[in-house]
């Protein structure tokens, strides 16, 4: 795993957050509530995942990649 700074774990934190606030935004039907209910509950906990930046590298990145259902590499 290439060794990442606590800079952009923050900005790929930021930008996950900023990716579900908006779908947050954009689901306007009842169809879209439960995904909208989703989303906002992952900006909730990446929010969080960013006041826990100081626990270290590979806390933050377990974290980050169960919450955002991604690898990070």
């Not at 908006?22 to 989703?38: F, M, P």
């Amino acid at each position: 795993m290439k060794s990442l700074t606590k800079n952009s774990l923050k900005y790929m934190i930021d930008l996950e957050i900023l990716k579900a606030e908006e779908a947050v935004n954009s689901a306007n039907t009842v169809r879209n509530y439960s995904r909208k209910l989703i989303e906002y509950k992952k900006a909730k906990q990446l929010k969080q995942l960013a006041k826990e930046l100081d626990m270290g590298q590979d806390y933050v990145v377990s974290h980050l990649a169960k919450i955002t259902n991604q690898a990070i590499i």
